[in-house]
C-alpha cells in the first residue's frame, strides 16, 4: 500500500498540462508533436522486436529445459543478415521522407495563411530576460507577452547579448536568438490560455529564471490590453534601454508606453561587421524582410575577395 502510494505521488506530476510539447495550442505545435509521435512509431518497428527476442531467446536457449538448438559452430545467415540491414534501411528511408516534407511544411519563416493580419512582435533576449516590442501598436513589455486568438503572430527574434533560444512549447518550437542577426517564427494560438515561455540555451546565471507568460486572449482582451500598456508612465528610450540591458535574474514583468524609433534595428546595428552589413542591416530593417539571409550572400562575397585577394 505504501509503494502504490508512493508511486501515485511520483505520478501526480506527470499529467498532460505539464507536458506543452504533447499537449499543443496551436497548428505549428500541434504538427510537430505529430511528426514526433511519426518517428517515434517508425523507430518502434526496430525497438519492440528487440525486447521481445530478448526475452524469447533467452527463454528459448536456457540452461534447464530450453528448446534451442545447440549450434557451437555457426556462424552466419543471410536472412538474419538481410532483416538487420533492409529494416534499418527502410526505416531510414521513412523518417527521410517524413523529416523532409516536413522541414519545408513547418519552415519558421513561411508565413501562416489566415484572413486575419499578422501581428508584429519584436523579441529581443537580453540577460535575462525577454523584450518584446510591439511596433504596430508603439508599445513594448518586458517579459510578458500577448496575442489574440486565432491570429497570426510574426516574431522577428534577436538577441543583445550571448545566443538565446525562443521556445514557447505549446504554441511552436525553438528558434535561435542572436546578436547582429535576425531570424523568424509565425505561430498562432488557437485556444485561449497562458502558456509559458523560456530560452532553452544556457546563458549564464540567471539561465534557470529567463522565462515568461505568454497569454492567448480575444481580441477585445487584448486591445483592453494593449491600452492598459499604453497607460504605463514608462517609455522605453534609449537611456532606459540601456538600464534595461543590464544584466538582471528574475525581472519582474513591466510595461512601456512607447519606445525608441528604431530600436530593434539601432540593437542589430550594434553588431555590424562593416558598412555593408550596417547598411544591409537598415535596409532590411526598414523593408521588413529577413536580415539572415542576406548576411549569408554578404559573408560569401566577403570571403571570395579575400580568397581572390
Known sequence: ML??????????????????????KGPIAL??????????????????????????????????????????????SVGIDAIIWIVPAIIVIVLGYLLWNATFKLNPYKPLASSEPALEVQAIALDWKWL???PQYGVATVNELAMPVDRPVNFKITSDTVMNSFFIPSLAGQIYAMAGMTTQLH?????????????????????????FQAHSMSNE?????????????????????????????????????SFAPGLFGSILLKYAM?????????????????????????REDANVRHTDD
Open 31 to 76: 504538427a510537430e508533436r505529430d511528426l514526433l509521435f511519426a518517428a517515434l512509431f517508425v523507430m518502434m518497428i526496430v525497438v519492440i522486436p528487440v525486447f521481445i527476442m530478448a526475452f524469447l531467446v533467452v527463454w528459448r536457449y536456457r540452461a534447464d529445459g530450453g528448446k534451442g538448438k545447440y549450434a557451437p559452430d555457426w556462424g552466419y
Open 274 to 298: 562593416n558598412q555593408d552589413h550596417r547598411n544591409l542591416i537598415c535596409s532590411a530593417t526598414a523593408q521588413s524582410e529577413p536580415v539572415a539571409p542576406k548576411l549569408a550572400s554578404l
Open 221 to 257: 482582451d487584448f486591445e483592453a490590453w494593449v491600452e492598459k500598456v499604453k497607460q504605463s508612465e514608462t517609455g522605453l528610450d534609449e537611456a532606459a534601454y540601456t538600464q534595461l540591458a543590464k544584466p538582471t535574474i528574475k525581472h519582474e514583468v513591466e510595461y512601456y508606453s
Open 3 to 24: 509503494l502504490t502510494s508512493l508511486f501515485l505521488i511520483f505520478l501526480s506530476g506527470c499529467g498532460l498540462n505539464t507536458a506543452p510539447i504533447l499537449y499543443p
Open 132 to 134: 518584446f516590442v510591439y
Open 187 to 211: 505561430l498562432v494560438a488557437d485556444s485561449t490560455g497562458t502558456f509559458r515561455g523560456r530560452n532553452t540555451q544556457y546563458s549564464g546565471d540567471g539561465f534557470a529564471e529567463q522565462w
